[in-house]
């Protein structure tokens, strides 16, 4: 395991359901992101934060909420979700500086399913 | 906006044997970072290896290598000596360079197979 972890590991649920995927860095890290990776497709970016502000937003449904209380902890809150929705969601961290190389971190995932 | 394109969904080599694969972007930039992660099935995306675009020299590490054409904007990933342990997705991405938040562009990847 890496110094970034994820819950839950996976997830079910109905399309009026609220939900929220969590993720902790144990890395030191300054920067946090999200991605969707689904089936065929490469590893979508959705959100960055860096220093707990979002830099990024990249035209993500707003039934995706980000959260980023502090530099160790990254939350991405879910409602009215479609079944297209379905993926697996990583969380990433990287540390920021130019001797980083902006090399990032990832944790193991949340499988989602939206029935 | 940069692009990465990895046109083998699968690859199979024998175990010990060695395997080369393919990875090609595109971008404006003449200073990015390059890598490739792999994806063991149902564990974590960790990375394999890192170019620096300014670094000629190739990347090493252990059985890992690269082979870097800047110029064709090509990032090739050598796995020599083959081994089980070796199966999974490898993906390969674009960094930008400066220090900031700034996310990966992935490719598809390329499902690896280890033939025993």
């Known amino acids: 395991e890496t110094g970034v972890t994820q819950t839950p590991r996976h997830l079910v649920m109905g399309m009026t359901n609220k939900k929220s995927l969590k993720c902790e860095q144990h890395l030191g890290h300054n920067a946090m992101y999200w991605y969707k990776q689904s089936a065929k497709k490469p590893l979508e970016l959705m959100f960055v934060y860096s220093l707990e502000e979002r830099v990024e937003n990249n035209s993500v449904p707003s039934r995706f909420s980000p959260e980023c209380p502090n530099s160790s902890h990254l939350f991405l809150h879910l409602h009215t979700l479609q079944p297209e929705d379905s993926a697996l969601y990583l969380c990433?961290?990287?540390?920021?500086?130019?001797?980083?190389?902006?090399?990032?971190?990832f944790g193991p995932g949340t499988r989602l399913t939206v029935l | 906006a940069q692009t990465v394109t990895q046109s083998q969904p699968e690859m199979s080599v024998q175990e010990a044997e060695t395997v080369t694969l393919s990875c090609t972007y595109d971008?404006?930039?003449?200073?990015?970072?390059l890598f490739w992660y792999k994806q063991p099935p149902s564990r974590q995306m960790i990375l394999v290896i890192r170019q620096e675009a300014y670094k000629q020299q190739n990347a090493t590490e252990n059985r890992f290598s690269v082979n870097f054409q800047k110029a064709a904007k090509s990032f090739s990933l050598k796995i020599s000596d083959s081994q089980l342990g070796d199966a999974a997705m490898y993906f390969c991405?674009?960094?930008?360079?400066?220090?900031?938040?700034?996310?990966?562009?992935f490719g598809k990847g390329t499902h690896l197979i280890i033939q025993p």
């Open positions: 991405a674009y960094g930008v360079s400066g220090g900031g938040a700034d996310g990966l562009t």
């Open positions: 990433a961290s990287s540390p920021l500086g130019r001797s980083s190389y902006n090399e990032q971190f």
């Open positions: 971008t404006s930039e003449s200073d990015y970072y």
